[in-house]
């Protein structure tokens, strides 16, 4: 395997060459006195990791980080001093500093630890990853930047929150990354907006906040944050937040995705893509009880081809299957999208029709006959024709269950098929009606 590579810039010699002692069996070790001299060498050479003294020959370590982001250089930096006391985290962290470690407690134990943050590093990819950032602050905004530009994801930055809040939903985010106090708008708001949105469901909230107040966090959690983050925090805390929770909700798309999947193929029925039986009867009892609690007005209307059986022999049955994938269309287009239409069996249709109004049903059958009238389907030479005929049924209180509505839809459209067939029969508040 080859070896890692890593380049210390120090201006200490002594300093530079006792880690290198350390380090030299493990890695490939490449050196440094000076800012210049690292900048130059990393235009035009890529390594896995830099350990960096405070001070070099020609400016100190946050000089160094701050050159490596102008030039779109981003490995990890390790900073190494004698004293840690003396450096701000708040600063280090700010110019990007992966970590600082104490130069006397440097010791064999180091080596796993740059392995491993090698190896964070070399893996992260979420270039199919979209993240947001809003923060007031053009500093802390800054310091995101650089860590995102580190994931190859997709990204863009708020400095005003109401200017995030315009881009949804459709800018579906997967993470949205959230300082709590800002002037315009703050944390909580935001939050609340975001989670009003079904289509955001799955989309992360990161919040940042300065100290660990937990009630704040606990009001954050209760209305749909994720995660949190505690100001200030180091390059490597927010990797390690942003890929966990890209995990997550990667994971959560993929479930709503077999879920839909599932759901579809539990209630649909594959030929014609209406729904199937079992989800229609469903339907019916959830219109049933709105009836009874809220005298929200249905109709059953149940419709079948005439003489099919003709058009399975004559063509063939894939060619009754297109008669039947046809008339699934007309039934969506000529009903209404709040009407539920499904596939009852064969070659037999069952509507639920709900809200309206019992004197518009006749209008909506006629339409439909009609609709079924004009179909042609071109076959060869031919073109094949077809008709229907239905039963319908508006509810009310003589039903007691599903199956005396639908016996009752039944007995109509068997009066439809005696009578001629491609007619209705309707039975609307108990008188009967006869539509050609
Ligand atoms: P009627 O006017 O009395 O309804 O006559 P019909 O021939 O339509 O009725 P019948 O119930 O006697 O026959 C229904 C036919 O529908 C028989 C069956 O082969 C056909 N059928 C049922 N399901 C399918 C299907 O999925 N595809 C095709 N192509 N045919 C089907
Ligand atoms: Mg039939």
């Known amino acids: 395997m080859m070896m890692k590579k890593i380049l210390i810039a120090d201006a200490s010699k002594v300093s530079r060459i006792l880690l290198e002692n350390i380090l030299s069996d493990h890695f490939e070790i490449i050196q440094f006195s000076s800012i210049a001299e690292t900048i130059n060498y990393l235009k035009n050479n890529s390594v896995d990791l830099l350990i960096c003294g405070f001070e070099l020959t020609d400016g100190n370590a946050f000089k160094l980080a701050e050159l ?17 006391k003396t450096i701000s985290k708040y600063d280090a962290y700010t110019f990007g500093i992966f970590d600082i470690l104490e130069r006397d407690k440097i010791d064999e134990s180091i080596i796993e630890d740059i392995n491993e943050i090698i190896e964070l590093y070399s893996n ?40 995030f809040i315009e881009t949804l939903p459709h800018s579906k985010p997967d993470i949205c990354i959230l300082d ?9 708001e935001v939050t609340k907006i975001i989670r009003k949105y079904k289509e955001l469901k799955n989309t992360r909230i990161i919040i940042q906040t300065s100290a660990r107040e937990n009630s704040l966090l606990r009001t954050l959690m209760i209305i749909g944050a994720d995660d949190y983050i505690i100001k200030p925090y180091s390059t490597e805390e927010l990797l390690l937040k942003i890929i966990n929770n890209i995990k997550v909700k990667k994971i959560n798309d993929e479930l709503d995705k077999i879920n839909k999947e599932l759901f579809e193929k539990a209630t649909t029925d ?110 060869e030479e031919d073109e094949i024709t077809f008709t229907i005929s239905i039963g319908c049924c508006n509810f009310t209180k003589k039903y007691k269950t599903d199956n005396e509505i639908i016996k ?29």
């Open 124 to 163: 992260i990819d979420l270039s199919n990853s979209f993240i947001v950032a809003i923060d007031d602050s053009k500093t802390q905004l800054y310091f995101i930047e650089n860590v995102l530009k580190q994931t190859k994801s997709k990204y863009i930055l708020f400095e005003n929150p109401r200017e």
């Open 68 to 84: 490596l982001k102008v030039n779109d250089i981003f490995i990890p930096i390790l900073l190494i001093t004698s004293d840690p």
């Open 408 to 436: 009752c839809a039944d007995d109509m459209l068997y009066k439809a098929k005696n009578n001629g067939r491609n007619q209705a029969f309707l039975l609307l508040d108990g008188s009967e009606l006869n539509i050609k």
């Open 180 to 188: 709590v106090y800002m002037d315009e708008l703050d944390g909580i």
């Open 270 to 379: 594959p030929l014609t893509g209406l729904y199937n039986r079992r989800f229609i009867i469903e339907q019916l009892n959830i219109l049933i009880s709105n009836y009874k609690r809220y005298l929200v007005p249905f109709a059953v209307m149940i419709l079948d081809i005439d003489h099919f059986k003709r058009i399975n022999d004559t063509y063939g049955h894939d060619i009754g299957d297109e008669i039947l994938i046809n008339l699934s269309k007309i039934l969506k287009e000529t009903l209404r999208k709040t009407d539920i239409i499904g596939r009852f069996g064969g070659e037999e249709f069952l509507c639920l029709i709900p809200n309206t109004p019992s004197e518009n049903l006749p209008i909506i059958i006629s339409k439909l006959l009609n609709n079924i009238r004009k179909f042609k389907y071109k076959y």
